[in-house]
């Protein structure tokens, strides 16, 4: 008992500190723990995430075309690439580019280029889809934006854009159909 | 907040309210007889005519609300109804969307008044500091509402302002995820960003609030950059200030319903009238006139910053663009410290007023380059503009700050405004004779 009375003459304040401490702390954890929920709301929601995929038809595409499909929202680059588009890709130095990474590492069959149509560096789609459309200086695909070129493997060779275009999952189910996703 | 001093009022049911909520004293103290330095110029009618401006957009965006639906598939169309069907719909979105420009042209001027006159000197270092953050609340404010019609330039702005953030090593793609609530800009980014521009208003008028009492408090910055040394230097608020600050608002106003009513498009682009497409980027995205000079630094990064004639990057072209923009803004919170040289108006520095001008055609550069295509004279204008616009500030300003001579300064706000009189009084005498 007089330990007690001492204790609270003297080093009582730092009993009512400590209080005032772990009060403070768990006020603290139970708001942010409180803010989690309302934060988390905003990330993707079960519906958005539900994994899609789709299965895309390429036996229509000749060599030379493209198609642009629709992929959780993005558009998905498929192009039949020609003779021509595949030796420039595959003769590419290492050294000349930003991002490296060898064409056979982009590609499942040659023939077949399937990427991401969203450049890395803002998000707007490329252009060079169309015949019609610009497709840089190195024959792939011109975004608009704020100029950034891409070359027949989807690589990144001039502009602002940091990385190649992104090769998403997918796989060949038979010769003429694709699963993306 | 307390009681304080009470005014006099003859009207009994205003007597009874003050008694128990003084709101008329401090209405007569802070804007009836609150003392004014008596030589503003129209410089000091922006705060005023930006104040309006804010209230007028809370007004039309309050009743645009009531008509609009914030979902992608039924936003464009909803905009276009209050266009067409919506009685008075027109008016209501041609002020909205010119009073925006509106507000940014007040707020500008009042910006570049507040830098020219020193106005965020001591003791005004924390009314400087809210004022830019009003400013960078009204930006995320109008780059939000420029999405909500869903046209393709209003959505295509939304994805490559967002994507900014996926330049943040490591966290970005999350955080890009986070901010659109899906894998690209669609109907939950939409809702949420309609909800944040109906918030971020209110937020702005109470930082306005906080700008307003912090200015209370220090007084008014006057263009000669003396403060009042007494009653003979300032003018109660009112009649004198509620005049010039009502004219100043009519004149601006003629300009704002000039623009409205005759050419309520001449800020905008074809791309805002075809509904947002995901998957086709018009073939060029330029947001805001009010946000091209940070657009076009955004744009002047082309390049990788790391070791040179090696492949060691430390700061990507992309990373050093958005930190480059941001950092502008930013910057501005700085100014007093950067600039702590003791005159305040530009009037008594001529080195100082020569980079402020120049750092004004900077910017005006940079408006005009973030405009173009980024290719050849655009990009070579946006980085001489980006280099000047940092050198003002970290190179330039601390510079001058201890070396520029100032002129001699009037000993008093009166004693500037008579000697002003009288060289006025001399020219006139010299051309009548």
Redesign the interface.
């Known amino acids: 008992m007089s330990t007690q009375n001492i204790d609270h003459n003297d080093d009582g304040e730092t009993r009512r500190d400590f209080l005032y401490l772990t009060a403070g702390a768990f006020g603290a954890v139970g708001l942010t723990s409180f803010a989690w929920p309302f934060?988390d709301s905003?990330?993707?929601?079960a519906d958005?995430l539900a994994m899609s995929t789709i299965e895309v038809d390429i036996s229509p595409i000749q060599e030379g075309q493209s198609i642009?499909v629709?992929w959780?929202?993005?558009?998905v680059f498929i192009r039949h690439r020609t003779a021509a588009e595949i030796e420039q890709a595959r003769s590419t130095d290492l050294k000349d580019l930003r991002d490296k990474q060898v064409d056979s590492d982009r590609v499942q069959n040659e023939k077949w280029l399937v990427m991401v149509g969203i450049c890395t560096?803002?998000?707007?789609?490329?252009?060079g889809q169309k015949i019609t459309q610009p497709k840089g200086d190195f024959g792939g695909w011109f975004?608009?934006?704020?100029?950034s070129h891409y070359d027949t493997s989807g690589r990144i060779r001039k502009?602002?854009?940091?990385k190649n275009l992104t090769v998403p999952n997918y796989k060949f189910m038979n010769d003429t159909r694709l699963l993306i996703g | 907040m307390s009681g304080g001093e009470r005014a006099e009022f003859k009207n009994p049911v205003v007597s009874w309210i003050d008694e128990r909520l003084p709101v008329f004293s401090l209405m007569q103290k802070e804007y009836g007889t609150f003392p004014t330095p008596k030589n503003f110029n129209y410089f000091w009618n922006f705060g005023a005519i930006a104040t309006v401006m804010l209230v007028l957009m809370i007004v039309t965006g309050i009743v645009l609300a009531m008509h609009y639906t914030p979902h992608a598939d039924h936003a464009f169309g909803s905009v276009e109804r209050i266009m067409r069907d919506v009685n008075w719909g027109w008016l209501l979105r041609y002020l909205h969307m010119n009073g925006a420009a509106f507000f940014f042209i007040a707020v500008y001027i009042h910006i570049f008044r507040g830098m020219y006159y020193g106005s965020y000197k001591k003791p005004r270092e924390l009314l400087w500091i809210f004022g830019v953050l009003i400013f960078v609340l009204m930006m995320a404010a109008a780059f939000m509402g420029y999405v909500l019609p869903w046209s393709q330039m209003g959505g295509w702005a939304a994805t490559v302002i967002t994507s900014l953030f996926s330049a943040i090593p490591f966290i970005g793609e999350d955080l890009l995820h986070f901010l659109w609530g899906g894998f690209s800009v669609d109907n939950p980014t939409l809702n949420r960003f309609f909800s944040l521009h109906y918030l971020l208003p209110f937020v702005i008028c109470a930082v306005v609030f906080l700008h307003v009492w912090a200015l209370h408090v220090t007084g008014s910055n006057n263009p000669v950059g003396v403060e009042p040394k007494g009653k003979q230097d300032t003018l109660p608020f009112h009649p004198y200030y509620t005049a010039k600050d009502t004219f100043g608002l009519a004149v601006f106003l003629l300009f704002f319903a000039a623009v409205s009513f005759y050419t309520p498009n001449i800020f905008a682009h074809p791309a805002h009238f075809v509904e947002f497409n995901p998957m086709v980027t018009p073939p060029h995205i330029v947001p805001e006139w009010y946000f091209l000079p940070f657009y076009a630094i955004l744009k002047a990064v082309t390049f990788d910053i790391g070791i040179p004639f090696t492949d060691v990057v430390f700061v990507s072209a992309k990373l050093g663009g958005v930190i480059a923009m941001f950092g502008a803004v930013f910057l501005l919170f700085f100014l007093p410290w950067l600039d702590n040289h003791p005159v305040k108006s530009a009037r008594y520095r001529p080195l100082y007023k020569k980079a402020l001008l120049l750092l004004v055609v900077a910017v005006l550069a940079l408006g005009w380059a973030g405009a173009q295509l980024p290719e050849g004279l655009p990009v070579l204008v946006g980085q001489i503009g980006t280099a000047y616009y940092f050198a003002f500030f970290l190179i330039i300003l601390p510079w001058l700050s201890k070396n520029e001579k100032a002129l001699a300064l009037p000993k008093s706000i009166s004693a500037a405004v008579l000697e002003e009189n009288k060289s006025k009084a001399q020219t006139t005498t010299g051309t009548a004779t």
């Open positions: 934060l905003m990330n993707p929601a958005t642009t629709v959780q929202g993005k558009p560096h803002l998000g707007c789609v490329p252009l975004c608009p934006c704020h100029g502009g602002p854009a940091p």
